[in-house]
């Protein structure tokens, strides 16, 4: 019924268009009809594209504009493409003279997403991969308002939104697949309902030479998911987890600012937020003839129960500054409170044959708050002929303490623990920006970038048996190195190019109090783009971008003996070409092209481990538009496959698609 709901709006609002569109010089309504065809895993097709296979009919774009009275302007612009639920509606309504007096905009956002209901794969296995018989099709849709008028001498900002979200969506929760005990492939998929209510309210003062900012913001979410999850293995199991949660934010803020000179600005703000989220939860275990089935490591947990509270204090403040000409300076100071209070039941019948009476009952409840400073400062000198340098300084530290409390069924098991946190990280770079002539462009930066985190066992339960109950890291530490450039050359008047070049190299070290015998790894990673604009004559223009990303990651799983994860490098390529020539006034010609690649796959058969992607991707399409008088007709066609490394993955499909587009003066 809310997704009814939710069309109607758009129907009427479509309807309400056509009744103000009157002026053909500021109105206009493309008609559009298309189809695609595809083979093999049409599925998958659908939830690249976001859009049905098959036939599709509906308007592409719908404008015009409207003077309602001497005043009062009205804007529309919209489109409905109705099979596949994908609705955009904007209406703008304001004083035209002067929009500080009224100002009102609303509109209605609307998709589909579609999601492919096959799982993964495992290629050695007897059944390899599993099909749910479930379409998965969520429907996104949102709704909002917001108005700007002076009230009572105060610039006033009001908006509100309604999000919802309905249908289902696959799942990563994956169960195991047949004679595969430790191998979970099999295909799970949730049900959602969700709605998110949000408000704002904001006024603002003008005072001498800044203004003062008071705003409200709620955010109300109910959210009622169903997960659904199957084992494909000789149990033939299923577990469905259903929960009942709903959320309430609250948060305010205080705003001021001040130009204190023309070259000195200033900024302070301070934000308060509280939080309350409850949830309950059932999960439930079902036999392959939906009987309920219990004992053992199964679960089956009625009216377990979760409520979280959280509040936040965030004070800001901000700089800018003109010490000497053509030198600027920023400062940002912000510093934070936080706290978080958690607790929950896990009531659970254990019966081999579930009877729904609670047979134990476990409980947790957490504790964690902290506060922290943060720290920003940079500077630009605009003083040399054609070259800007920069500095940026920025840090940011962290004090943290958690309190973990669990009450458990078995009495050895209860479990307390206390931990501080401390978080440090900090960031320098330095570059420039430069145009040695008119047309040559270069800039580059050069960064480096320090996370530790230091992790500080106060007190734990003991165990009895001398070992400890909890594993800890006493550190972790990520360093990086990073550069980027940008070359920009205008060759001739019609030809330009630019290249990109990113590099990143992060070492991270972790000490923990036992385990892995190495605990040092790194990632390398490197981004080249070139980007070439050819244009030899107005009527023609040709655009081509190549994009190569390379890493390469070293984890300290390459050294655990039981699943050695080597060393691992990847690989991405995408070439994405656009072409256009106008024949004449009447005829124009359009060419799209994409194509991506990458070849990464490695089945570590030493660890039956399959990792890595290997896939093509392209697609294309050309576009025709003939101009006729008051109306412009464009037909398209388009092609494109996927191509997926077979052991991995059952993905693949072709598809071809045709399209006409009528634009029309109203």
């Known amino acids: 019924m ?9 129907f009427i609002a479509l309807q309400n268009s056509f009744t103000y569109a009157f002026d053909p010089k500021e109105a206009f309504v493309t008609p559009r009809t298309s189809y695609f065809y595809t083979e093999k895993d049409s599925r998958q097709f659908q939830e690249f594209r976001g859009v049905k296979r098959g036939f599709e009919a509906g308007i592409d774009q719908l404008e015009f504009s409207k003077m309602l009275g001497k005043t009062l302007e009205l804007d529309f612009s919209g489109h409905a493409l109705f099979r596949n639920n994908d609705y955009n509606i904007l209406i703008d309504l304001k004083n035209s003279s002067d929009p500080s007096k009224f100002k009102l905009k609303t509109g209605f956002l609307s998709f589909n997403r579609y999601y492919d209901p096959t799982g993964g794969m495992y290629a050695n296995a007897t059944t390899p991969s599993y099909d749910l018989t479930e379409k998965l099709t969520l429907f996104d849709g949102q709704y909002f308002i917001e108005a700007e008028f002076p009230l009572f ?4 900002t009001t908006k509100g939104t309604w999000h919802h979200k ?9 169960g195991f697949g047949t004679q595969a005990a430790n191998r979970k492939y099999a295909p799970s998929f949730s049900e959602i309902d969700q709605n998110v209510y949000e408000a704002e309210l904001s006024f603002k003062k003008e005072i001498t030479n800044g203004d003062l900012t008071l705003g409200q913001h709620f955010i109300y979410m109910d959210d009622k998911p169903v997960r659904r999850e199957f084992d494909k293995n000789t149990a033939s199991e299923s577990v469905v987890q259903s929960i009942n949660g709903d959320s309430f934010n609250y948060a305010a803020h205080i705003s001021l600012f001040k130009a204190l000179s023309e070259k000195t600005l200033t900024t302070l703000s301070y934000t308060v937020g509280f939080g309350d989220t409850t949830e309950k939860e059932n999960l439930e275990t079902f036999n392959s003839t939906g009987g309920r089935v219990g004992g053992g490591t199964r679960k089956n947990y009625f009216g377990a129960l979760a409520d979280n509270d959280t509040q936040k204090h965030i004070l800001n403040a901000h700089l800018y500054r003109e010490p000497f000409n053509n030198l600027s300076m920023n400062l940002r100071l912000n510093t934070f409170y936080k706290e978080r209070y958690s607790d929950s039941t896990y009531p659970r019948d254990t019966s081999a044959t579930p009877d729904l009476i609670i047979d134990e009952t476990a409980t947790n ?7 922290g400073v943060g720290e920003h400062l940079s500077f630009h000198y605009k003083g040399l002929n054609r070259w800007t340098p920069y500095l940026k300084l920025e840090s940011e530290q962290n004090f943290l303490r958690l309190d973990e409390d669990t009450i458990s069924v078995t009495a050895s098991d209860n479990f307390s623990r206390v931990t501080d946190q401390e978080v440090f990280k900090s960031l320098g ?3 420039f920006y430069s145009y040695p002539w008119n047309w040559f462009k270069l ?8 996370d530790r985190d230091d992790y500080k066992d106060i007190s734990e339960t003991a165990s009895s048996s001398g070992t400890e109950k909890s594993g800890f890291v006493d550190d972790i530490t990520r360093f990086s190195n990073a550069v980027k450039t940008n070359v920009s050359l205008a060759l001739t008047p019609w030809l330009q190019t630019g290249l990109r070049y990113q590099w990143k190299r992060t070492r991270f070290a972790m000490t923990p109090q036992s385990g892995l015998s190495s605990t040092k790894g790194y990632s390398n990673a490197h981004q080249y783009t070139a980007l070439f604009s050819i244009l030899p004559q107005s009527e023609f223009s040709l655009v081509q971008l190549f994009s190569l990303n390379d890493s390469d990651t070293r984890t300290q799983a390459s050294t655990v003996s039981t699943a050695r994860l080597p060393r691992h490098q990847g690989d991405y390529k995408s070439l994405i070409t656009s072409f256009d020539y106008h024949w004449s006034s009447a005829l124009n010609f359009s060419l799209q092209h994409d194509f991506s690649w990458s070849n990464n796959f490695d089945d570590f058969s030493a660890t039956g481990l399959p990792l890595g992607v290997d896939d093509k991707y392209e697609n294309f399409l050309l576009d025709v538009s003939w101009k006729l008088k008051s109306m412009t007709l464009t037909p398209s066609y388009g092609f494109g496959f996927y191509r997926t490394e077979n052991k991995a993955h059952v993905d693949d499909y072709d598809y071809h698609s045709a399209m006409i587009k009528l634009t029309c003066s109203l």
């Open 365 to 371: 409840n957490t504790e964690h708050s902290g506060y």
């Open 429 to 431: 770079a330095i570059g």
């Open 153 to 156: 001498g105060l610039q006033t």
């Open 443 to 450: 800039s580059a930066e050069y960064s480096l970038n320090q």
């Open 2 to 10: 809310k997704k009814i709901f939710l069309l109607s709006i758009s």
């Open 166 to 174: 309905e249908g289902k969506i696959s799942e990563l929760t994956w």
